[in-house]
């Protein structure tokens, strides 16, 4: 089954997102901040990570740091920046940094499921 | 003063009232404009024989501008400058007057009055338009920043809607994907749930479109492409609506400078919006073509529906933000239409055409093709 890091600063998208996708067969992990994003990536191998773009730190943007940051230390784990702030610019840096998806808020998390497991697939071909 | 040297023919050529004085200031000979304007004022003779510098001393008293005069022509008769030139009003008119050092002969100085009225009132015209330019300009500066900061304020509310929308639409699939099955006429429940919600997000998104600050530097393009780019965003709409969709266009036509992902939703927007008020089986025909006009040449690229048309009363407030006839619909679709119009300095225009069907014309600055060169 996928393992898959979901990181965002609303609790009740983390809530709602950890009961679907471990419902669906997932082993999740959420949570809501950057620091402890990097330590659960260090210390367990996720096929996928759904990071927020806005993560509540100074940065408007620390979800890309974060990205930038899972692309180096666990190169394998695909990642999807999901966020409320998009705009083609971002969506380009985020491209650059080697992000696989960019993707708007709101989306179905039966396509979100279905993402993931497409992207899974090929972090394990 | 038949004394006075003949005055060459040439002075009398020029428009402008040229008097000869001698080395005293007095007039030795003037030329046929100075005689006219003279007459006219009831002056005998021309002024011949008068003392010009006479003339500016007793009128210094009550015409600043004589005393002026009266200093520099007594500079000029002594050598002490060559040229003098001042403006002048009378009545209603404007001259300037200038006092040339004379090369050779018995004249030592000549006395110009220049009527420049008209220059005068050409330039206070050319000024006005400026002011009423200038006006014009800064209303619409301001009105574009105003627009700005709501678009900025729009999009900014869209924004933070947007993270609690998610956290509703995924709460509810993790509780359809939880207890689905298990609780009664949850399917319809949730039903409700998630069409409100898919209305909200639709809302969102056009909220942002039309938030969405112009591009900074758009680039040309072709609106021919930008057009077939709006079909192919409406492909789905257009296989389930059976209605048939062309292009019509002039080879060549279609260059604008601008934001070819903006435009293509405007067509994407104009296309959608005449499929769904087509009948079955219908033709949707988006027709460019070149028009110029007084104020330039423009691109009108016109979406052709045979639905009924608009109504009278709605022609006024189609493009009104959140004014729309269709249920479910945010109303935003041709407000942002018309806002992407605007940002590409055109306009956009509905009708009913003779006979029916809805006629939606965007009509684009176009962008002037390269000449040819012809080489003789």
């Given amino acids: 089954m996928p393992r898959l890091l979901v990181v965002d600063d609303v609790e009740a998208i983390l809530f709602a997102m950890r009961a679907y996708f471990r419902r669906g067969g997932f082993v999740v992990d959420t949570t809501g901040d950057r620091v402890s994003a990097k330590r659960m990536v260090v210390e367990s191998a996720y096929d996928v990570a759904i990071t927020d773009l806005r993560l509540g730190g100074a940065d408007d943007v620390d979800g890309l740091e974060l990205a930038h940051f899972i692309r180096h230390t666990s190169p394998a784990t695909k990642v999807v920046v999901l966020t409320a702030y998009g705009s083609p610019e971002l969506e380009t840096r985020a491209a650059r940094l080697g992000v696989e998806r960019f993707l708007a808020k709101p989306q179905p998390l039966a396509e979100l499921a279905a993402l993931v497991h497409t992207l899974a697939a090929t972090v394990r071909a | ?376």
């Fill in chain 2, 1 to 376: 003063m038949d004394a006075t040297p003949p005055l060459p023919g040439l002075l009398d050529a020029f428009p402008e009232r040229i008097a000869v004085l001698d080395h005293d200031g007095r007039i030795i000979a003037v030329n046929r404009a100075w005689r006219t304007s003279a007459e006219a004022n009831g002056l005998s003779g021309a002024g011949l024989g008068t003392s010009y510098l006479e003339v500016c001393d007793r009128a210094a008293p009550i015409e600043p501008v004589a005393r002026t005069v009266a200093t520099a022509l007594r500079d000029v008769l002594a050598g002490h400058r060559d040229t003098f030139e001042t403006p002048y009003d009378f009545a209603t008119d404007a001259y300037v007057m200038r006092i040339l050092a004379a090369p050779e002969g018995p004249g030592r100085v000549l006395v110009v009055h220049e009527d420049v009225t008209r220059w005068a009132r050409a330039l206070d015209d050319a000024s006005d338009t400026a002011r009423r330019s200038t006006e014009a300009l800064a209303r619409i500066a301001k009105r574009e920043e105003t627009v700005a900061a709501m678009g900025a304020l729009v999009a900014g509310v869209a924004h933070e809607v947007r993270n609690p929308l998610f956290a509703i639409s995924s709460t509810l699939d993790a509780f359809e994907a939880e207890l689905g099955d298990d609780v009664p006429r949850t399917a319809e429940w949730l039903h409700a749930l998630r069409t409100e919600v898919t209305r909200m997000s639709a809302l969102m998104s056009d909220l942002l479109d039309f938030g969405r600050p112009p591009r900074r530097q758009p680039a040309p393009l072709s609106v021919v492409d930008a057009v077939h780019a709006g079909i192919a965003a409406s492909a789905s709409l257009v296989r389930a609506s059976r209605v048939r969709v062309r292009i019509e266009h002039t080879e060549g036509a279609g260059a604008v400078m601008g934001d070819e992902r903006r435009l293509a939703q405007v067509f994407q927007q104009l296309v959608a919006n005449a499929i769904q008020h087509s009948p079955e089986g219908g033709d949707v025909v988006v027709r460019i073509e070149e028009t110029t006009l007084e104020d330039g040449t423009w691109l009108d690229c016109t979406v052709l529906d045979e639905g009924p048309g608009f109504r009278p009363e709605d022609l006024g407030r189609l493009f009104d933000p959140f004014f729309t006839r269709r249920r479910g619909g945010t109303g935003l679709g041709l407000a942002i239409v018309q806002r992407v119009a605007h940002d590409h300095g055109g306009e956009v225009s509905a009708t009913t055409r003779t006979g029916g069907g809805g006629s939606v014309r965007v009509r684009l600055p176009a962008l002037a093709r390269p000449r040819l060169r012809r080489l003789a």
